[in-house]
């Protein structure tokens, strides 16, 4: 700017001088016009035109010198706004890749971005696993379409080139190299300018970017190439986080994989069905009380599969060689109950017409199952309390003591604390029996888990007749209230195989009460809070959407509109299990 300054101060000085020689001159002319002097007037006229002529040379070359000073300063301002707006670019682009929860929608969208940017006919960007395999890949034109046949367009030798020296490569018509000339890609091509940058994070390479320009089309600068170098840093740093990303999602899926078939594999759960993460927690729970001797009350309402925790409990316990006697306390009238409990001898009472051992006595070295243990008399829970303390019985009609040894658990689908507190359940007899507590979840509680039993009844009750349930059936089945559990489900399936006239469980053949109940979809339970009803829908929506994905979480994040990021974190609050 100084020296165009000083240029046009040059040229005002020559214009000034120009003008006051020019002015005499004319002084002169016109001085010997009046005196008539005509051979005067002609030389002075001479000398006039002779120092116009050299005058306005001067003029033009110093004009021609500040022409050419203010095109260059056009110039380097021109790249000095480039280089601004590629700034630019390079902060907003790295903004919005941290929004790229996935690696493919990365690529895609670095991928739009360079080619408009670095004004580039086409573009490639190549993400390669530890073993230098492809494993991602985008290709765009300038107007951001894909490329039909994107290995007929590409100049593989310089892109093999940038991987083997990890090196960028930038070539137009001033660097190419003979060896790059006979290549015939480049030839058949009849590329102009290319540039291809390696995408590098902390000396592992991670794929390569490749840009390129055609015939008639001005080259690349090195202001491009270092814009697609910096590029290029950034794509690495957030390609290596959605990888780290991935592995971690990936073991943490793994581990709750192994933790579930572990614990089917170590305990005897064969029989439990479903993934969730309430049903893991109960196998864990289960899992460890079982070696131990403690007694166990499993709550839960009724068909949430007490008897089948009870009876996993016994078969990975030390008592698994002796018997499982299970008994329903409110199944049998409180004046009968006893003497199925403790027995009885022969005239006991009348109808006793020989001896009986009860239940008690039956599981002797193995475990007893008391199902509905609030029906219990108060009279009833005095003595099965004296039982557990002394570990002794009397049958009815007996006045011998008989010693047992067997472990009791116990279940009830009524909250035996509220019980205890309003007088209905004895205290002592309430911790006796929990020493440990399971809570059984309700089915509308894991709804994750309700596919995975109707396949299971299915295939259970099918007769292979039968194969899979309807998409619109299912939905009514996930989004049914099942206040009778799994015990409910499995009688709708087995209703639904008898009626179904194909191989398919469809709408029609599921039962009115539970169609019209469920038709509008997602039903709210009227008892939840209002931040426990979005908690809900929220999770039923998830729900549906891993459902049909066939819990592809990747689908399914993309059908929610989500990045995987979100979509795992979504996972985990919701209490949804990653399993497969």
């Known amino acids: 700017m100084i020296k165009i300054y000083e240029s046009l101060q040059d040229l005002q000085v020559k214009i000034d001088e120009t003008f006051k020689e020019l002015s005499q001159g004319f002084n002169k002319v016109n001085g010997a016009i009046t005196q008539k002097n005509l051979?005067?007037?002609?030389?002075?006229?001479?000398?006039?035109?002779?120092?116009?002529?050299?005058?306005?040379r001067a003029i033009n070359a110093q004009s021609a010198s500040v022409?050419?000073?203010?095109?260059?300063?056009?110039?380097?301002?021109?790249?000095?706004?480039?280089?601004?707006?590629?700034?630019?670019?390079?902060y907003n682009s790295g903004i919005a890749m941290t929004t790229q929860g996935e690696l493919q929608g990365l690529i895609t969208f670095a991928m739009d971005?360079?080619?408009y940017h670095l004004r580039a006919e086409r573009g490639f960007l190549i993400l390669v696993d530890e073993h230098g395999e492809r494993e991602y890949f985008v290709s765009k034109n300038f107007d951001g379409q894909n490329i039909d046949d994107p290995a007929a367009e590409v100049s593989t030798s310089v892109i093999q080139k940038t991987l083997d020296a990890l090196q960028p490569i930038k070539v137009d018509d001033d660097t190419l190299s003979e060896s790059i000339m006979k290549q015939g890609s480049f030839v058949r091509l009849g590329?102009?300018?290319?540039?291809?940058?390696?995408?590098?994070?902390?000396?592992?390479?991670?794929?390569?970017?490749?840009?390129?320009?055609?015939?008639?089309?001005?080259?690349?600068?090195?202001?491009?190439?270092?814009?697609?170098?910096?590029?290029?840093?950034?794509?690495?740093?957030r390609v290596n986080e959605l990888k780290e990303q991935q592995h971690v999602h990936t073991e943490y899926e793994r581990r709750d994989r192994n933790r579930l078939q572990s614990l089917r594999e170590k305990y005897n759960f064969s029989e439990i069905i479903g993934k969730s993460e309430r049903l893991v927690k109960v196998l864990e729970l289960a899992g460890k009380v079982a070696s131990s001797e403690v007694t166990v009350l499993i709550q839960g309402e009724s068909g949430t599969g007490k008897e089948l925790i009870a009876r996993a409990i016994h078969f990975n316990s030390d008592r698994y060689e002796h018997k499982f006697i299970a008994i329903n306390c409110g199944a049998i009238p409180s004046e009968l109950l006893e003497s199925e409990l403790f027995g009885y001898e022969s005239g006991a009472f009348t109808g006793a017409v020989k001896t009986?051992?009860?239940?008690?006595?039956?599981?002797?070295?193995?475990?007893?199952?008391?199902?509905?243990?609030?029906?219990l008399s108060m009279n009833l829970q005095a003595k099965i309390l004296r039982v557990l303390q002394t570990k002794e019985l009397e049958r009815l009609g007996s006045t011998e003591t008989r010693k047992i040894d067997l472990r009791i658990?116990?279940?009830?689908?009524?909250?035996?604390?509220?019980?205890?507190?309003?007088?209905?359940?004895?205290?002592?007899l309430y911790y006796r029996l929990k020493v440990v507590e399971i809570e059984l979840p309700a089915l509308r509680e894991r709804k994750e888990d309700i596919h995975l039993l109707v396949s299971f009844f299915v295939q259970k009750y099918g007769e292979q007749r039968i194969q899979s349930v309807s998409e619109d059936a299912m939905d009514i089945l996930e989004n049914y209230a099942w206040h009778g559990n799994i015990r409910e489900l499995e009688n709708v399936i087995q209703r639904a195989i008898i009626l179904s006239s194909g191989a398919q469980i469809e709408v029609q053949d599921l039962p009115p009460e539970i169609v019209s109940k469920t038709e509008s979809g997602y039903k709210v339970d009227k008892d939840l809070s209002l931040e426990d009803a979005e908690t809900d829908f929220r999770r039923w929506f998830v729900l549906r959407a891993l459902r049909k994905s066939n819990n592809n979480k990747s689908k399914a994040a993309e059908m929610l509109g989500i990045n995987r990021t979100h979509f795992f974190r979504m996972l985990n609050q919701l209490g949804i299990s990653d399993s497969e």
Do not use: W
């Open 191 to 237: 590329l102009r300018a290319v540039m291809s940058v390696p995408i590098i994070f902390r000396k592992k390479l991670l794929g390569v970017v490749y840009l390129d320009r055609r015939e008639e089309t001005k080259g690349f600068s090195d202001n491009d190439l270092a814009f697609l170098m910096a590029f290029s840093r950034q794509i690495a740093f």
């Open 67 to 90: 022409g050419a000073d203010i095109k260059k300063i056009e110039s380097q301002c021109a790249e000095i706004s480039a280089e601004k707006e590629q700034f630019k670019a390079l």
């Open 409 to 428: 658990i116990s279940a009830s689908n009524k909250n035996l604390q509220q019980m205890v507190r309003e007088g209905k359940f004895r205290e002592d």
């Open 356 to 375: 009986k051992i009860g239940k008690f006595e039956a599981a002797h070295r193995g475990t007893l199952f008391l199902d509905e243990v609030a029906e």
């Open 113 to 115: 971005q360079m080619t």
């Open 39 to 56: 051979p005067a007037a002609e030389s002075a006229l001479n000398d006039l035109f002779k120092a116009f002529m050299s005058r306005t």
